[in-house]
């Protein structure tokens, strides 16, 4: 069982920052592709940021590119979200998702974009931009 437990979120101003953690149990987090989503309140889960087992590859969606980066360190069993220019529509619940399927098939640059292909999640983390 892979438990992940997201931090870092709180209220900010317009154009600030915040960043997110993810921390991480078990002993193959280097095996597993992360991503993070975010949830606000009305609306479907939306994907935000991905990153293969290596942390070679990324991805982000449209309306986060240029702001968000997302990162990993392996040797922390933790992932990053480092959210720039925060906008009042990015607040939301955030949340971490490990993917702990067919690892063996996974190759490393590998990242998956929908919430179907993660395994784990963590419980969220509330982030409020204010204008």
């Known amino acids: 069982q892979v438990q992940l437990v997201e931090s870092g979120g709180g209220l900010v101003q317009a154009g600030g920052s915040l960043r997110l953690s993810c921390a991480t149990s078990?002993?193959?987090?280097?095996?597993?592709?992360m991503g993070w989503f975010r949830q606000a309140p009305g609306k479907e889960r939306q994907f935000v940021s991905a990153?293969?087992?290596?942390?070679?590859?990324?991805y982000y969606e449209d309306s986060v590119k240029g702001r968000f980066t997302i990162s990993r360190d392996n040797a922390k069993n933790t992932v990053y979200l480092q959210m720039n220019s925060l906008k009042p529509e990015d607040t939301a619940v955030y949340y971490c998702?490990?993917?702990?399927?067919?690892?063996?098939?996974?190759?490393?640059?590998?990242?998956?974009?929908?919430?179907?292909?993660?395994?784990?999640w963590g419980q969220g983390t509330q982030v409020t931009v204010a204008s």
């Open positions: 998702a490990a993917r702990d399927r067919g690892l063996l098939m996974v190759r490393s640059s590998d990242y998956y974009t929908t919430s179907r292909e993660y395994d784990y």
């Open positions: 078990g002993r193959t987090f280097a095996s597993y592709p």
């Open positions: 990153i293969s087992k290596s942390g070679g590859s990324t």
